[in-house]
Every structure is written in structure tokens, then in C-alpha cells.
Nanobody, 122 residues
Framework: QVQLAESGGGSVQAGGSLRLSCVVSGYNRYSMGWFRQAPGKEREGVAG???????AYAGSVRGRFTISKDNVKNTLYLQMTSLKPEDTAMYYC??????????????????WGQGTQVTVSS
């Protein structure tokens, strides 16, 4: 059974940094992504990485966030810098065993973590 567990969220001031981690149990050659959902808003893609290592970013985070994957540790990361209040949301990691394009729609991913909260204050 596949399980994803996020960590690393917290509260920071604008301009600060956080690194999110997502440990994946089991098979490690997944297409993976980070998504976020703010209260009252739809879940949106933040960054994705496919099985070949190609990445994609939402325009709102490009240049500030970096997604990476450690296949030995079965861990997905999201390094977030220059955080803004509008980055405040619950962040989720997602995975799928198929080769899907980075930052595909949430419905494309079969496995999800429980989420980790990121709060950025001004």
C-alpha cells in the first residue's frame, strides 16, 4: 500500500523560506507533485516532477520554489523561498505510478498525503 507523509510546514514571515518533505513508502518511480489549497479555494498545482525528472511550476511560484526528488530516500522536496502571504495554504504531495506530465491536474494523481500547513504572515 502506498503512503505519502508530508512534513516541514510552519509559520514564517514574508520573505522567509521553508522546505517541505514528502516520504513515499514502497515503489519510488512515481510521477509526483506538490499541490496547495487555501480556505475557500480550489486545490491548485504548485510544482511537479515526472519519472524522468522533468519539472514544471505554476507561474505564481516559478523562480521561488524548487521541486526535487531523492530516489534513494524515497522523498520528494519542495524548497520554498521568498514566501508571500498568498502562499498560505495546506500543501499536499501527490503521486502516481504512471508516466504523466509534471503538474498534471489533481485528478491524475492516485495517491495523496494528509497535507502540511504553511502560513506566511506579512
Amino acid at each position: 500500500q502506498v503512503q505519502l507523509a508530508e512534513s516541514g510546514g510552519g509559520s514564517v514571515q514574508a520573505g522567509g523560506s521553508l522546505r517541505l518533505s514528502c516520504v513515499v513508502s514502497g515503489y519510488n518511480r512515481y510521477s509526483m507533485g506538490w499541490f496547495r489549497q487555501a480556505p475557500g479555494k480550489e486545490r491548485e498545482g504548485v510544482a511537479g516532477i515526472d519519472r524522468a525528472g522533468s519539472t514544471a511550476y505554476a507561474g505564481s511560484v516559478r523562480g521561488r520554489f524548487t521541486i526535487s526528488k531523492d530516489n534513494v530516500k524515497n522523498t520528494l522536496y519542495l524548497q520554498m523561498t521568498s514566501l508571500k502571504p498568498e502562499d498560505t495554504a495546506m500543501y499536499y504531495c501527490a503521486a502516481d505510478s504512471r508516466l504523466i506530465a509534471p503538474l498534471s491536474w489533481p485528478s491524475e494523481y492516485s495517491y495523496w498525503g494528509q497535507g502540511t500547513q504553511v502560513t506566511v504572515s506579512s
